[in-house]
């Protein structure tokens, strides 16, 4: 998979950016999900299954993991950002440095969760790492996504892909997973945010 020179440098800026805030966002961001991403973690560890292993893409501050472990999957914690993970580190959880782009991602899991991360992912290595992530995923295992609503890509301190949903859906159904429903919601910024949840076929 050939990735440009352009397209790693932007990566690496949103990484840098992400690194100077990493402290801030941990303490803006709400520890416990809402009810609808309640709902939907739930879902992915009742797939997963009790002691089922759950790859999380961009655990970012980690509250997420924390649920989904309370629910008894085990998560493996990745992000590209290195201060998220001593964040982690310093209350005791484990995460290992992880870039969905660049780094294979290992497996089969139970589950694989990416919230609010393929979104600075350029839309034309969009496909190619949603088939590392089909190709992560046991047969049956299912894939948890949120994705920013609109058009086109932006370059600036992070990298943000836009997606409507029925172009971002393609693409799910494209990598080899079956969609089995999706949402959309807007948060307390006005943005607007699809979610999807797929399976890859036995």
Known sequence: MHISSATLANTQRTIDSYEGCADEYSRIVDPFPSPSLEAA?????????????????????????????????????????????????????????????????????DAVVALCVLIHVPRDQTGPVLEKIVAALRPGGVFLVSMRDGDGETSGAYHMSYWRRDDFAACIQGAGLALEWDAYRVNRDGDGWHTFYARRPE
Not at 60 to 74: H, I, K, R
Not at 91 to 100: A, C, D, P, T, Y
């Open 41 to 109: 973690l739930r879902q992915v560890a009742t797939a997963a299954g009790k002691g089922g292993q759950i790859l999380e893409i961009g655990s970012g501050a980690g509250w997420d993991a924390d649920f989904l472990e309370t629910q008894g999957v085990s998560v493996r914690r990745t992000d590209a950002t290195r201060r998220f993970l001593e964040l982690q580190a310093a209350r005791g959880k484990e995460g290992e440095l992880l870039n969905v782009i660049t780094d294979d991602l290992g497996g089969p899991y």
